[in-house]
């Protein structure tokens, strides 16, 4: 019973957009939605110097989160980079 709900809800949860899909901000190279600026975030984090993490590009998606977040996006980031490769971030 526990199997078959679990199979139901991600069956049911997978009909659904994810958040940002289909949201361009009206340029095509540009996604809006949670996914989306998670990735800027990793990026950010693993190629700025740690003291303008919270200072750059503020107009597209600055970083809004508390420290510690950023060190988790840091560390997700800086693992992408290293078991997918810099595309990833």
Same mark, same amino acid.
């Given at each position: 019973?526990?199997?078959?709900?679990?199979?139901?809800?991600?069956?049911?949860?997978?009909?659904?957009?994810?958040?940002?899909? =289909?949201?361009?901000?009206?340029? +095509?190279?540009?996604? #809006?939605? /949670? *996914?989306?600026?998670?990735?800027?975030?990793?990026?950010?984090?693993?190629?700025?110097?740690?003291? =303008?993490?919270?200072?750059?590009? +503020?107009?597209?998606? #600055?970083? /809004? *989160?508390?420290?510690?977040?950023?060190?988790?996006?840091?560390?997700?980031?800086?693992?992408?980079?290293?078991?997918?490769?810099?595309?990833?971030?």
């Amino acid at each position: 019973a526990i199997l078959s709900t679990l199979i139901l809800l991600r069956v049911l949860v997978g009909y659904q957009p994810h958040s940002g899909q =289909d949201d361009h901000h009206g340029k +095509l190279n540009a996604y #809006g939605g /949670d *996914y989306e600026a998670q990735r800027h975030w990793m990026e950010l984090t693993l190629h700025l110097p740690m003291g =303008d993490w919270y200072w750059y590009d +503020l107009e597209y998606w #600055g970083l /809004d *989160y508390p420290p510690l977040t950023a060190y988790v996006s840091w560390l997700c980031g800086y693992f992408s980079d290293k078991l997918i490769g810099p595309e990833s971030v």
